[in-house]
């Protein structure tokens, strides 16, 4: 059963959290929003949800869940806050069968749900900023890349997904969320729409997964390594952020030529073609060179 709450007022959320002796903590993010319009905009960017598995991260007490749940999908949410659960559980989704919740931290525990029930076909959350960034680049990372991500963020996370190279907000978070994604700034929300509001910009991403691959899957884990070192210092080349790597500099040489890229250019210059081609003349390259190989697996 999903509970009658109206998520829009904040002196019925004031008045649930003294209840209930809780108190919202800035330690974990917590920034409810408060603006139907905005929660029935993001359930909206997650597409006809009828029957499918969504995850959820940080529902707090339930405003973008009940939402999800109330669109057809069946929703496991993770929370970390111990009274936020209790709510979610004795009172909001009491004998829900479409709601499941997974208690205590989502970056540690997604990944033996994904274990026993794989790939979800959506995640759709308003992510604790502090937590936003880490999440997705761990679901990336770890290979969950479910069809369809929503998410809020801080805007600003936001831009670096969605930038071009040579711009000031491409990083490696552009290029770890652009490998199986094509990324999409849906709309910003206005501070107001949030109780309490956050002292940040937000925006909603929207992560369409791609109809065709950019990188073969083998290739992946190579480089998403190689970016790790490419972007470990901004301000120097591609040659000598790849010094440590274990390679002599004419081998270096040849392959950053094989793959056509400049040893002197900086890694926010290249585009994602780039990058594969270089990843793929790791590649060949680490059959023949070991030691390498422990450096940049
Ligand atoms: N979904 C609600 C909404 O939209 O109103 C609340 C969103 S609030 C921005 C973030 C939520 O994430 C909070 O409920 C917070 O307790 C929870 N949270 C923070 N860090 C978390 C983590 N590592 N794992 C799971 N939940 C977390």
Redesign the pocket.
């Known amino acids: 059963m999903i509970w009658d709450f109206d998520y829009s007022s904040v002196s019925a959320i004031a008045k649930l959290l003294d209840e209930n002796g809780l108190s919202m903590t800035k330690k974990?993010?917590?920034?409810?929003?408060v603006s139907q319009q905005v929660l029935d905009r993001i359930a909206a960017q997650c597409g006809d949800l009828t029957g499918k598995t969504v995850w959820e991260?940080?529902?707090?007490i339930g405003?973008?869940t009940t939402k999800l749940l109330k669109a057809g999908a069946f929703v496991t949410s993770?929370?970390?806050?111990h009274g936020?659960c209790r709510i979610l559980r004795e009172q909001a989704y009491v004998e829900e069968p479409k709601f499941r919740l997974i208690e205590g931290?989502?970056?540690k525990n997604w990944r033996s749900l994904y274990d026993k029930k794989g790939v979800p076909d959506i995640i759709c959350?308003?992510?604790?900023y502090n937590?936003g960034s880490m999440f997705i680049a761990s679901l990336i990372e770890g290979r969950c890349v479910p069809q369809r991500m929503v998410y809020t963020l801080q805007s600003e996370v936001v831009q670096r997904m969605c930038a071009k190279n040579s711009s000031q907000d491409y990083s490696g978070f552009t290029v770890l969320t652009n490998i199986d994604y094509e990324n999409k700034e849906a709309f910003r929300i206005k501070a107001g729409c949030f109780f309490p509001p956050p002292n940040v910009d937000s925006s909603v991403v929207v992560m369409q997964r791609r109809q065709e691959k950019l990188v073969p899957e083998e290739l992946v884990p190579r480089l998403i390594s190689l970016v790790r070192v490419l972007f470990s210092q901004r301000r120097k080349t591609v040659k000598n952020n790849l010094k440590g790597i274990g390679l002599g500099s004419e081998e270096l040489d040849r392959l950053l030529a094989n793959a056509g890229v400049p040893a002197g250019e900086r890694a926010e210059k290249l585009s994602m073609d780039q990058l594969v081609a270089l990843a793929q003349e790791f590649e060949k390259t680490m059959h023949h060179s070991p030691s390498s190989k422990e450096v940049l697996k």
Request: charged share 10%; proline share 8%; glycine share 12%.
């Open positions: 974990f993010g917590q920034n409810f929003l991260v940080g529902p707090g405003a973008l993770f929370e970390i806050d936020f931290d989502a970056l959350a308003n992510l604790p937590v």
